[in-house]
């Protein structure tokens, strides 16, 4: 149930909903997802949907991780520091520490930020940076960043985030509250302007404030 054979045919999945890259496509092929999930779910890790992991949240559908990678990879203009928001269970964590230089990961739940690192750990990935949200939006004090990736939703995009970009770059996260949709948000050069750019309806969990230890 774990095998790569399994692992292929949601590779195969992915090609036909319409991911192209084969970057992306590669590094979710040699990713154990199953490794991300308590046992009694990791049969169900090749399927392409979202499972809990507790504390009401949720890994990221496979899918929705390709899309969103995919989109960072051809936004981005540098990949050298990217932040990722919501670290949950690390599954995405792991794929964009393979394409990205070096990836800073914030997330609200002290137990999950504790699992995903010693995951992160034993999968020798050694070029990320998790810590625990300081109870607001982002790691300031770590950027500015090339490219923001966050796996929680608020439902209006962060002013705190954007100013957390750096020249040309951009935010790539789901935005809305009963109806959310994925949004490219791209810093214009060094300016303070942005373009948004709307794309496809998603549902992920909502991005909040606070900290849970
Ligand atoms: N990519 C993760 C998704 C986990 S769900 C995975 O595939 O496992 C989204 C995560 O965002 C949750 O773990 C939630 O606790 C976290 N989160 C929500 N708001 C946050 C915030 N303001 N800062 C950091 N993490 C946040």
Known sequence: ????????????????EGISSEQVLDVMASTPRHLFLDEALAVRAYEDTSLPIGYGQTISQPYVVARMTELLLSRARSLQRVLEIGTGSGYQTAILARLVEHLYSVERIAPLLEQARRRLRELNIHNVEAALSQGGFGWPEKGPFDAILSAAAPSAI????????????????????????????????????????KLEPVRFVPLLSGVVR
Do not use: Y
């Open 1 to 16: 149930m774990t095998s790569q054979r399994t692992r292929n045919r949601l590779i195969q999945r992915l090609r036909e």
């Open 158 to 197: 962060p002013a705190e985030l954007k100013q957390q970009l750096s020249p040309d770059g951009v935010l790539v996260m789901p935005v809305g509250a009963e109806r959310q949709h994925l949004v490219v948000v791209s810093r214009r050069g060094d300016s303070d302007q942005f373009d948004v750019e």
